[in-house]
C-alpha cells in the first residue's frame, strides 16, 4: 500500500478549511433564524436557499474541497475529474436544501428533524464519496467499511443536530458557539471518511501524466466562486430587516394609525387640530 498523506501542506489546510465551514455554518444559522421569522412562504423559501449555499456550499462542500489540497499519495499524480467534482457541490447544496425545507416548512418537531437529518447526513456522506470518486490516480482506491460507516454515522448525527439548531438559536453568542461545534463535526466527518481510504499504485498512465485537474488548478475559480457566494451572503443579510427593525416598523404603523384615527375622530367632532411630528424614541 502506498503511503498516504492527508497533511501534506502541515496544518494549513486544515485549519482553513476549518475557518470556512465555521464561516459558512454562521451564515447558514444566521439564515435560518431569518427564514423562521419570514412572514411569507416566499420569503421562507429564499433563506432556505440562501442557508443551503452557506451550510451545504460552504460549510461543507468548500470545506472538504480546501481539505483535499492538503491530500497526497506518494508516487501517485492526483488529477479530478471537473464534472463529478461539480456533480459533488450540487449534491451538498440539494440535500441541505431539502432536509431545511423538511424542518423549515410547517411546525417543527423531532420527527421532522430526525428524518431531515438522516436524510441530510446521508447526503453530505454521498457528497464525499462522489468528490473522492471524482479523484484520479495511478493506483486502485479501496476503504475501509467500518469507517466509511462511521462517516456517514457522523454525518447523520452532525446533520440532525445542525438541524435542531436551525430551529432554536437565534441569539449571536449561541449561534457562534454552535457554528464552532458545526466545524467540528464536519471536519470530523470529512477526515474519517479519508481515513477509511486506502491506495495500491499502479502502472504509470501511458506519457505519465494522469487526465484530470490538479487541485491546484481548481484553486482560483473555486476559490472565486467560494468569496462570491460568501459575499452574497453577507450581502443579503445586511440588506434583509432583522426581527427588531420588523418590529420596530410595525410599533411605528401602529402609532401612525392611531394618530390618524384620532385626527379623524377630531375632525369629526369639529375640533380638528394639527398633529405633531412624531419623533421616534431615542431620537
Known amino acids: 500500500m502506498a503511503d498516504v498523506h492527508h497533511f501534506t501542506h502541515g496544518l494549513v489546510t486544515p485549519g482553513v478549511a476549518y475557518a470556512l465551514s465555521i464561516l459558512g455554518s454562521t451564515l447558514g444559522l444566521i439564515c435560518t433564524a ?4 419570514a412572514t411569507t412562504n416566499k420569503q421562507r423559501f429564499w433563506w432556505i436557499v440562501l442557508a443551503a449555499w452557506a451550510l451545504g456550499g460552504t460549510a461543507i462542500w468548500a470545506m472538504h474541497f ?13 488529477r479530478y475529474d471537473i464534472a463529478r467534482t461539480a456533480i459533488s457541490a450540487v449534491v451538498a447544496i440539494v440535500v441541505v436544501s431539502l432536509g431545511l425545507w423538511i424542518v ?8 421532522r428533524i430526525v428524518i431531515g437529518g438522516i436524510f441530510t447526513g446521508v447526503g453530505v456522506a454521498g457528497m464525499h464519496y462522489i468528490g473522492m470518486f471524482a479523484m484520479r490516480l495511478n493506483g486502485d482506491v479501496s476503504y475501509d467499511t467500518s469507517l466509511v460507516a462511521a462517516s456517514v454515522l457522523i454525518a447523520v448525527v452532525a446533520a440532525t443536530v445542525a438541524l435542531w439548531f436551525t430551529v432554536v438559536l437565534s441569539k449571536p453568542l449561541a449561534i ?6 458545526m466545524g467540528v463535526a464536519v471536519c470530523g466527518m470529512h477526515y474519517t471518511g479519508m481515513a477509511a481510504m486506502s491506495v495500491k499504485l499502479t502502472t504509470p498512465t501511458l506519457g505519465g501524466a494522469t487526465s484530470g485537474a490538479s487541485a491546484a488548478n481548481l484553486l482560483v475559480p473555486i476559490g472565486v466562486l467560494v468569496l462570491l457566494v460568501i459575499g452574497g451572503l453577507v450581502f443579503a443579510i445586511g440588506a434583509a430587516p432583522t426581527e427588531e427593525d420588523m ?6 404603523d401602529r402609532v401612525q394609525a392611531a394618530r390618524e384615527e384620532a385626527a379623524a375622530v377630531a375632525q369629526q367632532r369639529g375640533t380638528v387640530r394639527r398633529p405633531t411630528a412624531f419623533t421616534p424614541r431615542g431620537k
Not at 457562534?176 to 461545534?181: D, S
Open 66 to 78: 480546501m481539505a483535499m489540497l492538503g491530500f497526497s499519495v506518494t508516487g501517485a499524480q492526483i
Open 34 to 37: 431569518r427564514m423562521r421569522t
Open 176 to 181: 457562534a458557539g454552535a457554528a464552532l461545534l
Open 104 to 111: 423549515g416548512f410547517g411546525k417543527p418537531n423531532v420527527a
Open 247 to 252: 418590529a420596530a416598523r410595525a410599533y411605528l
